[in-house]
């Protein structure tokens, strides 16, 4: 079975840091690239990263560039994103993501991609940031 396993999540105060960890399973981890999105209370799911080419570049929304990093372990097949610089507004429920990874890193040269471009998802990890 697909599997995307979000964790990592938890309470922090601002300014704090977190690593989520997005751990895959039963697919080919190499044809699929993974993002990053969130989800605020009374929000729309929002994506905050995702690579952009098969060398590991990766986009960031305008709300998080510069405080938020993702990298991928292909041995581990898992992918993180490292929050730092937290503020209260980053506040949500993290998911993990997983699409066609040619698709979506041609996609993501140019911009974020939407969630309807994705195959699998991951269950969510909340993330509260006190202030």
């Known amino acids: 079975d697909v599997q995307l396993q979000a964790s990592g999540g938890g309470l922090v105060q601002t300014g704090g840091s977190l690593r989520l960890s997005c751990a895959a399973s039963?697919?080919?981890?190499?044809?699929?690239?993974i993002s990053w999105f969130r989800q605020a209370p009374g929000k729309e799911r929002e994506g905050i990263s995702c690579?952009?080419?098969?060398?590991?570049?990766?986009r960031f929304a305008d709300s998080v560039k510069g405080r938020f990093t993702m990298s991928s372990d292909n041995a581990k097949r898992t992918v993180y994103l490292q929050m730092n610089s937290l503020k209260p507004e980053d506040t949500a429920v993290y998911y993990c993501?997983?699409?066609?990874?040619?698709?979506?890193?041609?996609?993501?040269?140019?911009?974020?991609?939407?969630?309807?471009?994705?195959?699998?998802w991951g269950q969510g990890t909340q993330v509260t940031v006190s202030s």
């Open positions: 993501a997983a699409g066609d990874r040619k698709w979506i890193t041609s996609r993501c040269e140019r911009s974020l991609v939407g969630p309807d471009e994705y195959d699998y």
């Open positions: 690579f952009s080419s098969s060398d590991g570049g990766t």
């Open positions: 039963g697919f080919t981890f190499v044809d699929y690239t």
